[in-house]
Each structure stands twice: as structure tokens, then as C-alpha cells.
């Protein structure tokens, strides 16, 4: 499903260039549940984000479900990452000027049917337990919550991927088991993960396990 060639980024920096994706090869099939590991600025987001669509490779091609990402036009290459993908980030990226079922709709592709989306957001909703803060801002809210806010953001489109980068990292250990719980029961009903972290939280769902340094990239044996 996932497939990167030969992948690597380079980026230049006042003191040179610094290496962030080495050679990258590395595949994913349908249905797994992937973790990479390393340490800080190993080349883990970087990765992720190539992957992702949003940070092309200086050399090097990413396919995703038969198609050769950064061939696409930006333009294309968002359509395809709208539909395509669902992204969970650290940082959780929610609007602070909307509220937590605006937040999660903003997770439709363009041209979806509005009713039907509303009615799915807020059936996540109910299932993430978030359906008392429905209309609350994510100042409002807890890190915990608003992680779910973003899964369900995620989840919404019922993407074939999910690419999420350290999704606990600011949670304490009942909220981040609480993330990993509803991202298994997306994996248990056909989807496909690719979690980076530094933490051992998704080791007991994981099918394979990478481990990246200086943004060389090995499978692990678990």
C-alpha cells in the first residue's frame, strides 16, 4: 500500500547541509500496523511527512496505494492527501476559532455530502466520548480531548491510511491509551497505521517495527 524508493531529503541549513532521510526503502501493506522509532531529529516527521505528501524527497519515489505521490501536481497532491490520508499530529492542529464538531469536519474531502458527514461526526463523537463538548472550543478542552478531537478529524473520512506522528506525546498514560484503544479498533476493521514515536505505547498493537537514525531506516525484530 505504502512504498518508498530509494528516498531521501536533504535540507540546507546556515551551517550545511544536513541529512534527513537517507535511502530510505521501506513498504507497508494493507492492513498493517507500522511503528518507527528513534530518537529526536533522527528523520521520524521528516519520514512521516514524506509519506504523507506534504515534504518531497530530494530524490527518491513515494507510491501510495499505486499512486506516485510527487508526481502529482500540489494542487492534485492535496485532493489525494484529502482523501486519501488521515493525519494525527503531536501538536493536535485544531482551529481555534471553531468548535470540536466544526474541528472534526473540517476532516471531509471537498465535494462530500455535508449531511452524511455531520451525522458520521457526530457518531465519532458519541464513540470517543466527546459528545457533551460538542460545542466547545479546543481552549476549552483537554489535551486528551482535543487528541480525540483530531482522531475523529482523522477518522471522519474513513481513510485507508492513518499517519500519525508521536500522537501521545503530550498525553498522560490513561488519555494515550485511550488514543492507541480507538486507533486498534480502526486497524482491527481494515485500516492501515503508520505510528512514529519514541514511546513503547503501540508496541503491543504493532504487526512490524522500524527504527530510524540519522535518517537511515531498519527493521527491528519484536
Do not use: W
Given at each position: 500500500?505504502?512504498?518508498?524508493?530509494?528516498?531521501?531529503?536533504?535540507?540546507?541549513?546556515?551551517?550545511?547541509?544536513?541529512?534527513?532521510?537517507?535511502?530510505?526503502?521501506?513498504?507497508?501493506?494493507?492492513?498493517?500496523?507500522?511503528?518507527?522509532?528513534?530518537?529526536?531529529?533522527?528523520?521520524?516527521?521528516?519520514?512521516l511527512l514524506?509519506?504523507?505528501?506534504?515534504?518531497?524527497?530530494?530524490?527518491?519515489?513515494?507510491?501510495?496505494?499505486?499512486?506516485?505521490?510527487?508526481?502529482?501536481?500540489?494542487?492534485?497532491?492535496?485532493?489525494?492527501?484529502?482523501?486519501?490520508?488521515?493525519?494525527?499530529?503531536?501538536?493536535?492542529?485544531?482551529?481555534?476559532?471553531?468548535?470540536?464538531?466544526?474541528?472534526?469536519?473540517?476532516?471531509?474531502?471537498p465535494g462530500?455530502?455535508?449531511?452524511?458527514?455531520?451525522?458520521?461526526?457526530?457518531t465519532l463523537?458519541?464513540?470517543?466520548?466527546?459528545?457533551?463538548?460538542?460545542?466547545?472550543?479546543?481552549?476549552?478542552?483537554?489535551?486528551?480531548?482535543?487528541?480525540?478531537?483530531?482522531?475523529?478529524?482523522?477518522?471522519?473520512?474513513?481513510?485507508?491510511?492513518?499517519?500519525?506522528?508521536?500522537?501521545?506525546?503530550?498525553?498522560?498514560?490513561?488519555?494515550?491509551?485511550?488514543?492507541?484503544?480507538?486507533?486498534?479498533?480502526?486497524?482491527?476493521?481494515?485500516?492501515?497505521?503508520?505510528?512514529?514515536?519514541?514511546?513503547?505505547?503501540?508496541?503491543?498493537?504493532?504487526?512490524?517495527?522500524?527504527?530510524?537514525?540519522?535518517?537511515?531506516?531498519?527493521?527491528?525484530?519484536?
Open positions: 500500500m505504502i512504498t518508498c524508493d530509494d528516498v531521501s531529503r536533504e535540507f540546507i541549513t546556515r551551517h550545511g547541509r544536513v541529512q534527513g532521510l537517507d535511502q530510505v526503502r521501506f513498504s507497508v501493506a494493507r492492513g498493517e500496523f507500522v511503528t518507527i522509532k528513534g530518537a529526536s531529529g533522527s528523520g521520524k516527521s521528516t519520514l514524506t509519506l504523507g505528501g506534504m515534504q518531497r524527497p530530494t530524490q527518491g519515489t513515494v507510491r501510495l496505494d499505486g499512486c506516485e505521490v510527487y508526481a502529482l501536481s500540489p494542487a492534485d497532491r492535496a485532493r489525494f492527501r484529502a482523501r486519501s490520508i488521515g493525519f494525527v499530529f503531536q501538536l493536535f492542529h485544531l482551529l481555534p476559532y471553531l468548535d470540536t464538531l466544526e474541528n472534526v469536519l473540517t476532516g471531509l474531502p462530500s455530502d455535508a449531511v452524511a458527514g455531520r451525522k458520521s461526526a457526530v463523537l458519541e464513540q470517543l466520548g466527546l459528545a457533551e463538548r460538542a460545542r466547545h472550543k479546543p481552549a476549552t478542552l483537554s489535551a486528551g480531548e482535543r487528541q480525540r478531537v483530531a482522531l475523529a478529524r482523522a477518522l471522519l473520512k474513513k481513510p485507508p491510511v492513518i499517519l500519525a506522528d508521536e500522537p501521545t506525546g503530550n498525553l498522560d498514560p490513561d488519555n494515550a491509551a485511550a488514543v492507541f484503544e480507538h486507533l486498534s479498533r480502526y486497524h482491527q476493521a481494515g485500516g492501515t497505521v503508520v505510528v512514529v514515536t519514541h514511546g513503547t505505547d503501540a508496541d503491543r498493537l504493532a504487526n512490524r517495527a522500524f527504527h530510524i537514525a540519522n535518517g537511515r531506516l531498519k527493521e527491528t525484530t519484536r
